[in-house]
């Protein structure tokens, strides 16, 4: 039974470039969320993801944007990356009404 | 204040012994309470689970919960170097069911 998967596992990007991140969720979890943790830090709420939809959202700005696909697997896009994005961004899985979170291995993208 | 907050340690410990671990949030509304392990480079792992007040066994792991007190702990009995890792409280609150994390307490098992 595969976990959550996320890709790349790794990624250097440019201040200014654009970047996607792409997440599938364990199988029988239709609920995605995405995390941003930075070094020393817990892991922040970005948003998440339900029936297609952004459910919630965190205290980010615009330039994070997700999407979610029929099958459950999710998108995060950041635009116009700065320095401070610099971060290990994970996604984690759930199932309406299910106890607790399931994390996938994360993105860890640095910004130069 | 922090919604979540924890000690950031390290909270040092000799092999076989009680590690315990503690945790503080202000939303009074909160509903579910998780603990997770994440060793370093890696991805939170979800350890304990607990929704109501009292105390839940698991293994060698007690997850505590006190609402009234907003208090949430983590004891892991016999202690093994293996348990060295950051240790993350997290909760949900009323409204959906995001999960607001603390920063973590890093632990220490020494042998």
């Known amino acids: 039974d595969a976990g959550v998967t996320q890709s790349p596992t790794h990624l250097i990007k440019t201040r200014g470039q654009q970047v996607t991140l792409r997440c599938s969720p364990k199988s029988g979890h239709d609920t995605v969320s995405w995390y941003q943790q930075a070094l020393g830090q817990g892991p922040q709420f970005i948003f998440q993801y339900y029936e297609e939809e952004e459910r919630q959202r965190g205290n980010f700005p615009d330039r994070f944007s997700g999407h979610q696909f029929p099958n459950y697997s999710s998108e995060l896009n950041v635009n116009a990356l700065l320095l401070g994005d610099s971060a290990l961004y994970l996604c984690?899985?759930?199932?309406?009404?299910?106890?607790?979170?399931?994390f996938g291995s994360g993105t860890r993208l640095t910004v130069v | 204040q922090k919604e979540v907050e924890q000690n950031s340690g390290p909270l040092s410990v000799p092999e076989g012994a009680i590690a315990s671990l503690n945790c503080t949030y202000s939303?009074?509304?909160?509903?579910?309470f998780f603990w997770y392990r994440q060793y370093s480079g890696k991805s939170p792992e979800l350890i304990m689970s607990?929704?109501?007040?009292g105390d839940k066994e698991d293994g060698r792991f007690t997850a505590q919960l006190n609402k009234a007190s907003q208090y949430v702990s983590l004891l892991i009995r016999d202690s093994q170097p293996s348990d060295s890792a950051t240790y993350l409280c997290a909760v949900t609150g009323e409204y959906g069911n995001k999960l607001v994390f603390g920063a973590g307490t890093i632990l220490r098992v020494k042998s």
């Open positions: 607990i929704y109501s007040n």
């Open positions: 939303d009074r509304v909160s509903q579910s």
């Open positions: 984690a899985s759930s199932y309406t009404g299910g106890e607790g979170y399931t």
